[in-house]
């Protein structure tokens, strides 16, 4: 495999702890994500995401802290790794902080792993946003 590649992203979103948490767990209401075709999950553990061309990524809950953390780790085809997003009350909005560690599995991707992982983090951070914004205010 080869070394981990980590790319964190961070923001601050209008919305309280409980409605950004609320959004970014629920497993049941992924339709919000712009990069997923389909999300299939087992007891709230374990699930499969599936991008826009039906790509597999595996993922398996490592740490739930309520309002505060989620984690877990993850696979596929091209990289494993682990993702982890933090929430902290700041100002009655969201600091959000999601970082996310991979080791990519054909040393080619290496070269490319950075800048896939960031332009995730921001559509990933977009979709949030217009997610929240439609559910209404604060």
Not at 44 to 69: I, M, N, Q
Request: proline share 5%.
């Amino acid at each position: 495999m080869g070394r981990e590649i980590v790319s964190i992203a961070t923001a601050l979103v209008p919305y309280p702890p409980e409605r950004v948490w609320a959004v970014v767990t629920d497993l049941d209401c992924w339709q919000w994500r712009s990069d997923l075709s389909r999300l299939d999950h087992v007891g709230e553990d374990a699930f499969t995401e599936y991008d826009r061309s039906g790509f597999p990524t595996r993922f398996t809950v490592t740490e739930r802290r309520p309002l505060s953390r989620w984690a877990f780790d993850l696979d596929n085809a091209n990289l494993a790794g682990r993702w982890a997003g933090e929430f902290r009350p700041e100002g009655g909005g969201t600091q959000v902080t999601f970082t996310e560690t991979i080791t990519v599995k054909k040393p080619w991707m290496r070269f490319f792993a950075k800048g896939y992982l960031r332009r995730q983090q921001a559509r990933y951070l977009a979709d949030l946003g217009r997610a929240l914004e439609q559910e209404g205010g604060t």
